[in-house]
């Protein structure tokens, strides 16, 4: 087994080749042991030059509302009126503390979620 840092771009497409040349391996066995190390490292490399942006509020709200077939006024009861409504849809306004807990408790979508910018 012989693993190195990743520290290029190159690098790092060699360890994802090699890891799926690895990925029926037996937990336990070398091959298996080696897969969780480059899993590691490869996870490791890609946070630090892929980082993904925190989830933006709003958007949460419009994917939830897709997934369940939600319009505009289905959200009234946890952001208020309609216009209250537009106006957080449309990022005039922000969430208050009451409306984050209604959407959580309503619509489940996560609390850091929609504690993110607005």
């Known amino acids: 087994m012989d693993i190195y840092p990743i ?4 690098g790092h497409a060699r ?8 990925m029926s391996a037996e937990p ?12 590691t490292l490869i996870d490791a490399y890609e946070r630090e030059h892929f980082p993904i942006d925190p989830a933006d509020p709003v958007e949460a709200i419009l994917f939830r509302m897709e997934q369940l077939g939600l319009e505009r006024k289905d959200l009234e009861p946890f952001l208020g009126s309609r216009h209250r409504v537009s106006e957080v849809l449309n990022r005039r ?3 208050s503390i ?3 807990r ?17």
Do not use: F, K, N, W
């Open 102 to 118: 209604r959407l959580h408790d309503g619509l489940q979508i996560p609390l850091h979620v929609l504690v993110g910018r607005s």
């Open 7 to 10: 520290r290029t771009d190159a």
């Open 15 to 22: 360890a994802l080749a090699r890891a799926e040349e690895l």
């Open 28 to 39: 336990g066995t070398p091959e298996g042991d080696e897969l969780d190390v480059l899993a």
């Open 98 to 100: 009451e409306m984050i």
């Open 93 to 95: 306004r922000g969430l």
